[in-house]
């Protein structure tokens, strides 16, 4: 048997320590990288918060879409940039601004958006294209919305009720009631409960 000298092991364990020292040297600097780019972050963040409230202005959200705008161009894998793109978009939104808002939520979907994040990006994609008219593909938005989720998830009920609202908006009176009706099988305890009994009744369901 072939056994490793002294000097071979002496070498073999140098090279391991100084591959360890390298990667703890790597990792202090992603760690701090991190840091930096979750602090620049939370101070965006901030100002979004007050660019969103009732009382802001055109100029305050203005000023807030290109904050988040600058800071997901410089920090696009950030763990936030999800949450931060989503934001954006709900500010295009309020701003008239459709297509852009639709992309803004696609790039959170993009970005690794998940659970709660990402079933609210997809309806938002939803209501953006309703806003623009285009019923057809809202429907498909609410569908791949719904996809995966069921009773107990947070959002089924309001999006089964988007789905129901575009198909009436689309015409489709019997998919509609069968949506609404859906609703109230499947969630005895709906919030909108009365509501959807409403507008079963109105479409004769």
């Not at 959200?61 to 800071?71: Q, S, T, V, Y």
């Not at 623009?132 to 069921?150: F, M, N, S, T, V």
């Not at 129901?164 to 709906?190: H, M, S």
Request: proline residues 3%; hydrophobic residues 45%.
């Amino acid at each position: 048997m072939i056994t490793p000298s002294r000097r071979t092991l002496l070498v073999l364990t140098g090279a391991a320590l100084a591959a360890l020292l390298l990667g703890g040297v790597a990792w202090f600097g992603y760690a701090r990288e991190q840091s930096r780019v979750m602090a620049a972050y939370a101070e965006v963040m901030v100002r979004i918060a007050a660019a969103q409230g009732s009382e802001a202005t055109p100029e305050a959200r203005a000023g807030a879409m290109r904050d988040l705008e600058a800071i997901l161009a410089r920090y696009p894998s950030a763990g936030a940039a999800p949450q931060a793109a989503y934001d954006l978009g709900n500010l295009r939104y309020d701003a008239g601004q459709y297509a852009a808002a639709r992309a803004a939520y696609e790039v959170a979907l993009a970005r690794g958006a998940t659970g709660t994040l990402r079933t609210l990006a997809q309806a938002a994609i939803g209501y953006t294209r309703e806003a623009e008219h285009d019923i057809p593909k809202a429907l498909d938005a609410y569908r791949a919305a719904l996809a995966g989720l069921g009773p107990r998830d947070f959002y089924y009920e309001a999006l089964l009720a988007d789905l129901g609202r575009a198909q009436e908006l689309a015409g489709q009176k019997a998919d509609a009631i069968e949506t609404y009706r859906r609703i109230l099988k499947e969630l005895p305890q709906a919030r909108r409960a009365e509501e959807i009994r409403a507008r079963l009744r109105s479409l004769g369901g």
